[in-house]
């Protein structure tokens, strides 16, 4: 009730993706303007494949990080490099990087932290990028995927449906690491 109280007091409601725009309507009912994050997609390069699929995000639940490491088990001879961030102490974080790394095979690595210039070449190199985010605002990642030349797989909900195409790669809708595998 306090953000509706706050919310009668914006001037004017910008916000990243249609996808957001639609919830701000439904939430609040106001019509937002949108401005895509940016993206420096001139600084991405494509290579050959090597032998590893890609994932980037934070290591939060929402994120269905689990989906992808299931779907691996499924797949033993394909790799998957996640590159995953999370806040050391909270609980939350904590919680679900330690079950992750629980469950997660020997064909699926991860990876805490790398520098920009390592993701880069971790995104020119893969041989594609998959994402499992629930109901994502935007999702610069697959467009940093995408501007290195690699298809994506992601859920067919969110910010994805707006940027990801058949040309660019699969959408999945209801994801699970059976339809991953």
Not at 16 to 33: D, F, L, M, W
Request: charged share 25%; glycine share 4%.
């Amino acid at each position: 009730k306090l953000t509706l109280k706050y919310a009668k007091s914006v001037n004017l409601w910008v916000c990243n993706s249609e996808n957001t725009k639609n919830r701000i309507k439904k939430y609040y009912n106001q019509v937002a303007v949108i401005i895509n994050p940016p993206v420096e997609t001139k600084d991405y390069k494509y290579s050959q494949p090597s032998n590893y699929w890609l994932s980037v995000n934070r290591l939060v639940t929402h994120k269905r990080i689990d989906l992808q490491v299931e779907a691996f088990k499924k797949i033993p001879t394909e790799k998957l490099i996640i590159v995953g961030s999370y806040e050391e102490g909270v609980e939350q974080f904590e919680s679900y990087k330690s079950y992750i790394e629980k469950i997660k095979p020997t064909n699926v690595e991860i990876v805490h932290w790398v520098d920009d210039k390592k993701l880069k070449d971790l995104y020119s190199n893969c041989k594609g990028f998959i994402t499992t985010a629930h109901d994502e605002d935007f999702g610069m990642t697959v467009i940093e995927a995408m501007a290195a030349g690699k298809p994506v797989v992601a859920p067919m909900e969110g910010g994805y449906r707006e940027t990801v195409t058949n040309k660019t790669g699969v959408l999945i809708d209801n994801i699970n690491s059976e339809k991953i595998s």
